[in-house]
């Protein structure tokens, strides 16, 4: 079951929100999604992930919740009503207790992504309050069935990659992976301690083998152009822009490519959802 959250400080874009789900739960007979809770206050959503018991000598214990899969809409300003709780604080919160349910953030203007990526906050994607109507039910209905068909890749999010970091071994679920970049060694700009840079939802990590290794090991990954091996199940969107092809990740980042890389991509990809591994 995936349940849904919605946390706004405008009652009437939460009740907005609800509306468009609870159509589109008819129209798609979606009988395995559901509101779970719609509301202004961004502690109600706290409470689904954990418990706070305070006892006599006014000591705190929280313990966690048992987890469901969920999709969270969630407001990143809450206003004058909440002047010591914003949207990120209550998504670094969240993750303390549940590293997989999929945050959705509604957001006055884009600038606010940059305070996400910074954070390191895993985001299925933002939803822009300035939308006009027909475009805001669109986006969320297509955040819905993304979200609803990552929770029905079962196999997928059990399937762990091996990676090898210096001596040791890290084992990463393959839903967290975003991408591997080639470390050119020339960039002053990259740490020189591997030849491959993982990004995962947990961060960068240096990798000791070159990228044509994955390239061949991990065939979950598809290249994308000389420098990039690309999870196709954390890119959001794609577009062109003249000689460029760009893919906009899971948490946000954009890798930019060559035209002729970008549409080897996605032959690659059609060639994958062909043969239902996609």
Known sequence: MLNIVICDDQLQ?????????????????????????????????????????????QTE??????????????????????????????????????????IVFVTSSGEERADVLEQKIVALGYLKKSLGEDELRGR???????????????????????FKTGHAKRYVNLMDIYYLKGNDLKDIDEPRQGLTILCEANGISYLKRKLKFYDEEVPELIRLG?????????????????????????NGEELSVLRESFNAYEAQVNEMREKGLL
């Open 13 to 57: 874009l939460v009740e907005s929100i609800k509306k468009t789900i609870e159509g589109a739960i008819l129209i798609e007979d979606l009988i395995d999604v559901q509101i779970e809770l719609a509301t202004t206050n961004p502690n109600d959503v706290l409470d689904l992930f954990r418990t706070k018991v305070v006892h006599a000598d």
């Open 226 to 250: 000389r420098s990039y091996l690309v999870n196709p199940l954390n890119v959001r969107e794609t577009r062109t822009s003249g000689r460029k092809g760009i893919l906009t990740m899971a």
């Open 140 to 162: 969320i209905v297509d955040l819905l069935l993304t979200a609803r068909q990552r929770m029905s890749m079962s196999t997928l999010d059990r399937k762990m990659i091996e």
């Open 61 to 102: 214990v929280v313990t966690p919740k048992p987890l469901k899969n969920r999709l969270i809409f969630l407001d990143i300003n809450f206003g004058q009503d909440y002047p010591y709780l914003d949207g990120i604080k209550v998504a670094r919160d969240i993750r303390k207790f549940d590293i997989s349910s999929n």
